[in-house]
């Protein structure tokens, strides 16, 4: 592994090496950036990007040490040719969330294509946003940190991302899109602060990254298919979710999806798929969850057909997604509560081909052995299986 981080380190020198030999680099300090974090510096980074997005050879934004505030920004495609963003220093957000209005967004990459985002940290100072929220005051939407939308061959790499209003980073109609080496982080009360959210995209890998939040570690929406999600540590936060669907009675599915080599710590769940009670032309299918550890996780494998926060919007219908193909295999630890495994499914969509190999989850009081509840659930099992299997 470490191999493989020097490797890949030498060759992104080599690569920016080359960027700087070409001349083609855009220093956001020399467009006018103040590295103080105080004095607005939106006007030289929307420079720097659109001198780099009209260059017929491959170019630089660089972002040097120090601190950058800027405002809500959108760095807009086409581009002539690629583009690596390189962040050494610190890009902040406004304290004042009102200035952020109500587009959603922060910091939006809006279609591009080849676009390298490596290293840096972004720091969204969501707290007074979450403030207004907990208290149940007049607030905006919010924001996502960093967003990618209609966009494709993309890579992030090295980035750190703290304290975001809502998501940290958001992935919405894209291809080929490559998350490695991240660090996210926000407080485990913070609401809404997803790691990583994806809906209607393909081909999206997450690998080698450090995820603490106060919501879904990554959240899986419609339409995503082609997943890769690999040595993820998660915790605080909801743990890995598909869903929720049903939102909207005409969605996408999910399909093809595997999370291998993950560490769950304290979470309220571990691998989870939800969807609300309405009728939906969703579904979930040909589904991995493999070589998993859950430390003192409190739902360590759910599935929820019947979700419905706070109660509301809950038609009490049976759900229209259909679950199948889903596979545990090789998911070990401890539970918070005693039930360990609950497939809680849907009564006109039964979930099928659930397939439990190889999982010994334990409640935390030795006192008591760990349970499993089915609810029109139907699948199979293999090896050992603790808590034995309902299915």
Not at 68 to 87: A, Q, R, T, Y
């Amino acid at each position: 592994m470490v191999k493989i981080i020097l490797l890949y380190c030498v060759l992104f020198l080599l690569f920016a090496a080359s960027y700087q030999a070409s001349n083609v680099v855009y220093n956001v300090v020399k467009l006018g950036a103040k590295p103080d974090g105080k004095v607005d510096s939106t006007e030289a980074f929307t420079k720097a990007w659109t001198l780099a997005c009209s260059s017929t050879w491959p170019a630089m934004v660089y972002v040097p040490q120090g601190s950058f505030l800027i405002k809500p920004v959108v760095f807009g495609g086409p581009c002539k040719n690629k583009i690596l963003f390189s962040i050494d220093g610190t890009i902040v957000a406004p304290s004042n969330y009102w200035v952020f209005g109500n587009s959603g967004f922060w910091i939006l990459f809006y279609k591009v294509t080849g676009v390298t985002v490596y290293g840096g940290t972004i720091d969204a100072k969501g707290g007074s946003f979450w403030a207004c929220r907990n208290a149940g005051n007049n607030c905006p939407p919010g924001s996502r940190s960093l967003s990618f939308v209609a966009s494709s061959n993309i890579m992030v790499s090295g980035l750190t991302s703290i304290n975001s209003q809502m998501f940290h980073i958001s992935i919405d109609h894209c291809h080929n899109i490559t998350l490695q080496n991240m660090k996210i982080s926000a407080p485990s009360w913070s609401p809404n602060t997803d790691g990583i959210h994806m809906q209607s995209s393909t081909g999206i890998s997450i690998t080698n990254s450090m995820i603490q939040t106060g919501d879904d570690c990554i959240s899986i929406g419609p339409g995503s298919k082609n997943l890769r999600i690999h040595r993820i540590a998660c915790g605080p936060g909801h743990g890995i979710s598909i869903g929720s669907l049903a939102l909207h009675q005409n969605e996408g599915g999910v399909e093809d999806v595997k999370v291998t080599s993950v560490v769950f710590m304290g979470t309220q769940n571990g691998v989870r798929i939800k969807s609300w009670g309405r009728p939906s032309t969703g579904y979930a299918r040909n589904v991995v969850f493999e070589n998993i550890i859950m430390k003192y996780v409190y739902n360590p494998i759910i599935i929820d057909q019947n979700y419905c926060p706070s109660a509301k919007g809950c038609p009490k219908h049976s759900s229209g997604v259909k679950i199948s193909g889903v596979t545990y295999k090789n998911i070990k630890g401890t539970s918070a509560t005693q039930l360990a495994m609950n497939f809680v499914c849907s009564s006109s969509n039964p979930c099928k081909g659930l397939k439990l190999e190889d999982i010994k989850l334990t409640y935390y009081k030795k006192s008591a052995a760990a349970t499993s509840f089915c609810k029109n659930a139907n699948g199979s099992n293999k090896g050992l299986v603790i808590p034995p299997s309902c299915l």
